[in-house]
């Protein structure tokens, strides 16, 4: 729900906080108040259509922002979504989500499930047709949901093949220069004879190489100071010790410490002369090496960023040519699966359809009575369903396909045609006077008269309905008495499931109230500001009284309290 609306500087509204709650919100006022403008600014924060000319006169940017309560949406934080639109009058446009900055289009798809606005023919999610079937399956409910859930996953199944079928085929060209390609691939890595690690092992050897004169000097060196002649003095320095060793414990242990140097002395002599004898490089090996190393660098910048990713694209390849060599075969068979999906999305459709036609009746009753009851007598709702039937294959050349026998090119050949949602496409249509077609909901052009449509269909549809926000303006216009009575009672009924907000003139719908808000104007310092203000059981009585007879006499006020007690 909406918890809290802030708008700030949009017509003649300077700063307006609104808390609104869950129920049925009504909002009443003076005409020219600035009612529309709290819809209006709704609107914006959808990512609806916004004027420069909306921003307050004098001033730079326009602002509206949104505190949702949704705990289970995974967009919440803490429960809480934030959704802010700032426009300047330079152009400039900032939306955000949770402080996050989108896009308009971004805005617009986000809050579509969350927000219906209706009386103006932008966001409203009944008047896409795509939607409809939608509607319809959640008004079956469990009864079609376990073929629906079968069939999506043949559905998935068979557009996976469609790709590999599309991908697979091909003139006999094309087919052989993927093949000489692949073919020359496989070979050029063949006959690198790759080895797995053997790309930092000749990396390393190429350091040691580029770096082989510096190594080799140092290593000289480290050879001089610790060769014969350090080996020699230690030597001489542990004949001397021995000669007094068994005068004191202490020489002793000296001497041990120096036979141990002087092990240790021979053991890192040799190991420096091995490391001189391994920095022995002659040109021929040098080459070798580069060579090497050049070719593993352009293996990797072809095919992979290692020797195993390398190897793995060539297994992939290797099996790729093996499909294409055996092409025929490969996609008989896949045709032959396909065809078997589609004689089950076949069987399921059909059963889909029978479903649908029955509930769509159904369905087409239960808002027909509520147009009835709406005061719109003339008005009939229908839930059209179209099966599709088999259609002309395209021509193959025109998809670049290539024809596996001459009888599969014939272009008369049938082929069946699906949905994400089966066979069926579902329209909502409707004819509001007698002799009238039947029209999209769409081509309704008065806004009142689509609000009570919009609002006749939602009342049957508030179960299954999965927007939590509907706003309705204009609902009560070129109504009156029992039409205003039943638009309270199916605002008060959606209520129980969905936040509402609804603007009214009508004492009727406005007794039917959860929480009532006065909108007003006043003018300080030479500028007109809009305000807005809970009222309490009392205020909200005399403003029922109000509405109904212009004044709060006594009769209106005690006409007033009889229609809140029947609310």
């Not at 004819?431 to 008065?446: C, M, R, V, W």
Request: proline share 1%.
């Amino acid at each position: 729900m909406i918890s809290t609306l802030h708008i700030k500087n949009i017509g003649i509204i300077e700063d307006l906080v609104l808390n609104l709650n869950n129920g049925l919100n009504i909002l009443t006022g003076e005409t020219g108040a600035g009612k529309t403008l709290i819809i209006d600014s709704l609107q914006i924060a959808t990512g609806g259509r916004f004027s420069k000319e909306m921003i307050r006169h004098g001033e730079e940017f326009s602002f509206v922002e949104l505190s949702l309560y949704m705990p289970n949406n995974k967009n919440a934080i803490d429960g809480n979504i934030i959704i802010s639109r700032e426009i300047h009058t330079n152009g400039r446009n900032s939306c955000k989500i949770n402080g996050r900055l989108v896009t308009v289009s971004e805005l617009k798809v986000f809050m579509q499930n969350i927000i219906d606005i209706h009386g103006q023919m932008d966001n409203q999610s009944l008047l896409d047709s795509s939607m409809h079937i939608k509607y319809l399956d959640n008004f079956i409910g469990e009864k079609i949901n376990p073929l629906k859930t079968e069939y999506t996953k043949l559905y998935n199944e068979y557009k996976r093949i469609l790709t590999e079928l599309k991908n697979n085929f091909g003139d006999d060209k094309e087919k052989q220069r993927k093949l000489d390609l692949l073919r020359y691939q496989i070979k050029e890595i063949d006959v690198a004879n790759l080895k797995v690690g053997e790309d930092v092992e000749v990396e390393n050897l190429r350091e040691r190489i580029n770096n082989s004169e510096k190594i080799q000097n140092n290593l000289n060196e480290v050879d001089n100071e610790i060769g014969e002649i350090s080996i020699d003095s230690v030597s001489n320095a542990i004949r001397a010790l021995e000669k007094v060793e068994t005068l004191d414990t202490k020489y002793e242990n000296t001497l041990n410490t120096l036979k141990s140097i002087y092990y240790d002395l021979q053991e890192l002599s040799r190991d420096v002369k091995a490391f001189k004898d391994e920095m022995e490089f002659d040109e021929e090996e040098r080459q070798k090496i580069e060579q090497r190393a050049d070719l593993i660098h352009d293996l990797k910048r072809k095919y992979g960023n290692d020797i195993e990713e390398i190897l793995r694209y060539k297994e992939e390849i290797s099996n790729e040519v093996e499909k294409i060599e055996n092409s025929e075969e490969y996609i008989l068979n896949l045709k032959k699966e396909l065809k078997n999906i589609e004689n089950k999305m076949d069987s399921l459709s059909i059963k889909m359809n029978k479903i649908r036609k029955e509930y769509a009746a159904i369905l087409s009753s239960k808002i027909n009575i509520e147009l009835e009851e709406l005061e719109m007598k003339n008005a009939k709702f229908k839930v059209e369903i179209k099966f599709t039937e088999n259609n002309v294959e395209p021509d193959r050349k025109e998809l670049g396909l290539q024809c596996i026998a001459s009888d599969e090119c014939d272009n008369s050949k049938k082929i069946d045609q699906y949905y994400k949602d089966g066979k069926d496409k579902v329209q909502f249509l409707i004819s509001t006077n007698i002799g009238e077609e039947d029209k999209p909901l769409i081509k309704i052009a008065s806004g009142g008269e689509m609000s009570r449509i919009m609002l006749g269909i939602k009342n049957v549809l508030a179960d299954v309905d999965e927007v939590p926000i509907m706003v309705f303006d204009e609902i009560d216009t070129g109504i009156s008495g029992k039409a205003a009575k039943s638009v309270g009672e199916k605002l008060k009924q959606i209520a129980k499931n969905h936040q509402v907000i609804c603007i009214t003139h009508q004492a009727n719908i406005a007794a039917k109230g959860d929480y009532n808000y006065y909108i007003s104007k006043k003018v300080e310092e030479g500028r007109t500001i809009t305000s807005i203000k809970q009222l309490n059981e009392e205020e909200t009585i005399n403003e029922i009284a109000r509405i109904a007879s212009g004044e709060c006499s006594k009769v209106a006020l005690e006409h007033a309290k009889e229609l809140r007690k029947i609310a």
